[in-house]
T-cell receptor, first 113, second 110 residues
Framework: NAGVTQTPKFQVLKTGQSMTLQCAQD?????MYWYRQDPGMGLRLIYY???????DKGEVPNGYNVSRLNKREFSLRLESAAPSQTSVYFC????????????FGSGTQLSVL | RKEVEQDPGPFNVPEGATVAFNCTYS??????FFWYRQDCRKEPKLLMS???SGNEDGRFTAQLNRASQYISLLIRDSKLSDSATYLC???????????FGKGTRLSVIA
Protein backbone atom coordinates (compact mmCIF):
# COMPACT_ATOMS: atom_id res chain seq x y z
CA ASN A 1 0.00 0.00 0.00
CA ALA A 2 2.75 2.46 -1.01
CA GLY A 3 0.73 5.43 -2.36
CA VAL A 4 3.20 8.22 -3.14
CA THR A 5 6.88 7.44 -2.62
CA GLN A 6 9.53 10.14 -2.79
CA THR A 7 13.27 9.85 -2.40
CA PRO A 8 15.53 10.78 -0.77
CA LYS A 9 14.12 11.65 2.67
CA PHE A 10 17.06 13.87 3.57
CA GLN A 11 19.74 15.56 1.48
CA VAL A 12 22.49 18.06 2.13
CA LEU A 13 23.96 19.89 -0.84
CA LYS A 14 26.62 22.52 -1.32
CA THR A 15 25.74 25.67 -3.23
CA GLY A 16 25.98 25.00 -6.95
CA GLN A 17 25.50 21.24 -6.77
CA SER A 18 22.69 19.58 -8.65
CA MET A 19 20.29 16.85 -7.65
CA THR A 20 17.05 15.20 -8.64
CA LEU A 21 14.18 14.38 -6.29
CA GLN A 22 12.27 11.33 -7.37
CA CYS A 23 8.55 10.71 -6.94
CA ALA A 24 6.41 7.74 -7.90
CA GLN A 25 2.75 6.90 -7.30
CA ASP A 26 1.00 3.58 -7.65
CA UNK A 27 -2.62 4.79 -7.66
CA UNK A 28 -2.91 5.29 -11.43
CA UNK A 29 -3.36 9.03 -10.88
CA UNK A 30 -3.24 11.38 -13.82
CA UNK A 31 -1.96 14.48 -12.01
CA MET A 32 1.21 14.99 -10.01
CA TYR A 33 2.66 17.96 -8.15
CA TRP A 34 5.76 19.28 -6.44
CA TYR A 35 5.42 21.63 -3.47
CA ARG A 36 7.89 23.25 -1.14
CA GLN A 37 7.10 24.19 2.43
CA ASP A 38 8.98 26.81 4.39
CA PRO A 39 8.28 28.08 7.92
CA GLY A 40 5.61 30.75 7.83
CA MET A 41 5.09 30.36 4.07
CA GLY A 42 2.84 27.35 3.83
CA LEU A 43 2.81 24.99 0.88
CA ARG A 44 3.77 26.59 -2.39
CA LEU A 45 3.38 24.88 -5.75
CA ILE A 46 6.57 24.60 -7.78
CA TYR A 47 5.43 22.65 -10.84
CA TYR A 48 2.64 20.29 -11.68
CA UNK A 49 1.70 17.82 -14.34
CA UNK A 50 -2.01 17.65 -15.03
CA UNK A 51 -1.56 14.56 -17.17
CA UNK A 52 1.20 12.44 -18.63
CA UNK A 53 3.12 14.46 -21.19
CA UNK A 54 2.27 17.89 -19.77
CA UNK A 55 3.95 20.09 -17.18
CA ASP A 56 3.11 23.58 -15.97
CA LYS A 57 4.68 26.14 -13.71
CA GLY A 58 3.27 26.81 -10.31
CA GLU A 59 3.81 29.73 -7.96
CA VAL A 60 7.59 29.34 -7.44
CA PRO A 61 9.20 27.57 -10.46
CA ASN A 62 12.47 29.51 -10.71
CA GLY A 63 15.54 27.35 -10.18
CA TYR A 64 13.71 24.09 -10.79
CA ASN A 65 12.94 21.75 -13.68
CA VAL A 66 10.61 18.80 -13.81
CA SER A 67 10.12 15.69 -15.89
CA ARG A 68 6.99 13.58 -16.10
CA LEU A 69 8.80 10.40 -17.00
CA ASN A 70 5.63 8.33 -17.34
CA LYS A 71 2.26 8.18 -15.65
CA ARG A 72 3.79 6.93 -12.39
CA GLU A 73 6.86 9.13 -12.04
CA PHE A 74 7.45 12.87 -11.71
CA SER A 75 10.93 14.13 -10.88
CA LEU A 76 12.13 17.53 -9.69
CA ARG A 77 15.63 18.73 -10.57
CA LEU A 78 17.71 21.45 -9.01
CA GLU A 79 20.41 22.32 -11.56
CA SER A 80 22.46 24.63 -9.37
CA ALA A 81 21.28 24.57 -5.77
CA ALA A 82 21.10 27.78 -3.76
CA PRO A 83 20.66 28.30 0.00
CA SER A 84 17.20 29.78 -0.76
CA GLN A 85 16.16 26.32 -1.90
CA THR A 86 16.61 24.91 1.59
CA SER A 87 13.14 23.61 2.33
CA VAL A 88 10.92 20.58 2.77
CA TYR A 89 9.72 19.27 -0.57
CA PHE A 90 6.51 17.30 -0.99
CA CYS A 91 5.38 15.36 -4.00
CA UNK A 92 1.65 14.75 -4.39
CA UNK A 93 -0.74 13.11 -6.80
CA UNK A 94 -4.45 13.20 -7.53
CA UNK A 95 -6.88 11.47 -9.82
CA UNK A 96 -7.06 14.61 -11.94
CA UNK A 97 -6.20 18.30 -11.63
CA UNK A 98 -8.66 20.58 -9.87
CA UNK A 99 -10.88 19.74 -6.89
CA UNK A 100 -9.57 16.26 -6.19
CA UNK A 101 -8.09 14.79 -3.03
CA UNK A 102 -4.33 15.12 -2.93
CA UNK A 103 -2.16 12.27 -1.71
CA PHE A 104 1.24 13.37 -0.47
CA GLY A 105 4.57 11.67 -0.16
CA SER A 106 6.37 11.83 3.18
CA GLY A 107 8.62 14.70 2.14
CA THR A 108 12.29 15.44 1.50
CA GLN A 109 14.23 17.68 3.87
CA LEU A 110 16.79 19.50 1.72
CA SER A 111 19.53 21.71 3.10
CA VAL A 112 21.74 23.76 0.80
CA LEU A 113 24.88 25.08 2.48
CA ARG B 1 -4.89 40.22 -0.85
CA LYS B 2 -3.59 36.65 -0.64
CA GLU B 3 -5.73 33.95 -2.23
CA VAL B 4 -6.29 32.02 0.98
CA GLU B 5 -5.73 33.57 4.39
CA GLN B 6 -5.70 31.95 7.80
CA ASP B 7 -4.82 33.08 11.29
CA PRO B 8 -1.52 31.24 11.95
CA GLY B 9 -2.23 30.87 15.68
CA PRO B 10 -1.11 29.08 17.72
CA PHE B 11 -4.39 28.29 19.36
CA ASN B 12 -3.64 26.75 22.76
CA VAL B 13 -6.74 25.12 24.21
CA PRO B 14 -7.42 22.69 27.08
CA GLU B 15 -8.68 19.20 26.44
CA GLY B 16 -12.43 19.15 26.01
CA ALA B 17 -12.63 22.69 24.68
CA THR B 18 -14.36 23.76 21.50
CA VAL B 19 -12.21 25.66 19.03
CA ALA B 20 -13.01 27.26 15.69
CA PHE B 21 -10.80 28.36 12.81
CA ASN B 22 -11.78 30.64 9.97
CA CYS B 23 -10.27 31.00 6.55
CA THR B 24 -11.00 33.61 3.87
CA TYR B 25 -10.50 33.28 0.14
CA SER B 26 -10.24 36.00 -2.48
CA UNK B 27 -11.45 34.30 -5.66
CA UNK B 28 -15.25 34.43 -5.72
CA UNK B 29 -15.28 31.87 -8.55
CA UNK B 30 -13.75 29.21 -6.28
CA UNK B 31 -15.76 26.04 -6.44
CA UNK B 32 -14.46 23.56 -3.89
CA PHE B 33 -13.05 23.80 -0.40
CA PHE B 34 -11.21 21.47 1.92
CA TRP B 35 -9.51 21.21 5.28
CA TYR B 36 -6.25 19.28 5.46
CA ARG B 37 -4.42 18.32 8.63
CA GLN B 38 -0.65 18.29 8.94
CA ASP B 39 1.15 16.81 11.92
CA CYS B 40 4.60 18.07 12.84
CA ARG B 41 7.19 16.96 10.28
CA LYS B 42 4.61 14.91 8.37
CA GLU B 43 2.78 15.25 5.09
CA PRO B 44 -0.65 16.93 4.86
CA LYS B 45 -3.69 14.67 4.79
CA LEU B 46 -7.27 15.43 3.84
CA LEU B 47 -9.43 16.00 6.92
CA MET B 48 -12.70 16.85 5.23
CA SER B 49 -14.32 18.52 2.26
CA UNK B 50 -16.51 21.56 2.83
CA UNK B 51 -19.92 21.55 1.23
CA UNK B 52 -22.28 24.47 0.68
CA SER B 53 -24.76 23.01 3.12
CA GLY B 54 -22.07 22.44 5.74
CA ASN B 55 -20.95 19.04 6.87
CA GLU B 56 -20.09 17.19 10.01
CA ASP B 57 -17.73 14.31 10.69
CA GLY B 58 -17.79 13.28 14.32
CA ARG B 59 -16.40 16.13 16.39
CA PHE B 60 -15.53 18.18 13.30
CA THR B 61 -17.90 20.55 11.54
CA ALA B 62 -17.09 22.54 8.42
CA GLN B 63 -19.10 25.47 7.12
CA LEU B 64 -18.96 27.54 3.95
CA ASN B 65 -20.17 31.12 3.59
CA ARG B 66 -19.96 32.03 -0.09
CA ALA B 67 -21.36 35.54 0.39
CA SER B 68 -18.55 36.47 2.78
CA GLN B 69 -16.01 34.15 1.13
CA TYR B 70 -14.96 32.28 4.21
CA ILE B 71 -14.94 28.73 5.46
CA SER B 72 -14.73 27.54 9.03
CA LEU B 73 -13.73 24.45 10.95
CA LEU B 74 -15.17 23.72 14.38
CA ILE B 75 -13.65 21.08 16.63
CA ARG B 76 -15.68 20.01 19.65
CA ASP B 77 -14.39 18.17 22.70
CA SER B 78 -10.74 18.68 21.70
CA LYS B 79 -8.35 15.77 22.20
CA LEU B 80 -4.59 15.87 22.67
CA SER B 81 -4.36 14.04 19.34
CA ASP B 82 -6.02 16.99 17.58
CA SER B 83 -2.80 18.98 18.02
CA ALA B 84 -1.66 19.72 14.48
CA THR B 85 -1.67 22.41 11.81
CA TYR B 86 -4.93 22.79 9.92
CA LEU B 87 -4.66 23.89 6.31
CA CYS B 88 -7.47 25.63 4.49
CA UNK B 89 -7.48 24.61 0.82
CA UNK B 90 -9.39 26.14 -2.08
CA UNK B 91 -9.95 24.93 -5.62
CA UNK B 92 -10.06 28.13 -7.71
CA UNK B 93 -12.01 26.81 -10.70
CA UNK B 94 -11.82 24.25 -13.46
CA UNK B 95 -8.72 22.11 -13.48
CA UNK B 96 -6.31 24.50 -11.78
CA UNK B 97 -4.36 23.16 -8.82
CA UNK B 98 -5.51 23.56 -5.25
CA UNK B 99 -4.35 26.62 -3.34
CA PHE B 100 -3.23 26.14 0.26
CA GLY B 101 -3.46 28.59 3.13
CA LYS B 102 -0.45 28.85 5.42
CA GLY B 103 -2.19 26.91 8.14
CA THR B 104 -3.44 27.41 11.69
CA ARG B 105 -1.56 25.66 14.46
CA LEU B 106 -3.56 24.05 17.24
CA SER B 107 -2.12 22.79 20.51
CA VAL B 108 -4.45 20.92 22.82
CA ILE B 109 -3.13 20.92 26.37
CA ALA B 110 -3.85 18.38 29.10
Amino acid sequence: NAGVTQTPKFQVLKTGQSMTLQCAQDMNHNSMYWYRQDPGMGLRLIYYSASEGTTDKGEVPNGYNVSRLNKREFSLRLESAAPSQTSVYFCASSRSAGPEKLFFGSGTQLSVL
Amino acid sequence: RKEVEQDPGPFNVPEGATVAFNCTYSNSASQSFFWYRQDCRKEPKLLMSVYSSGNEDGRFTAQLNRASQYISLLIRDSKLSDSATYLCVVSPSGNTPLVFGKGTRLSVIA
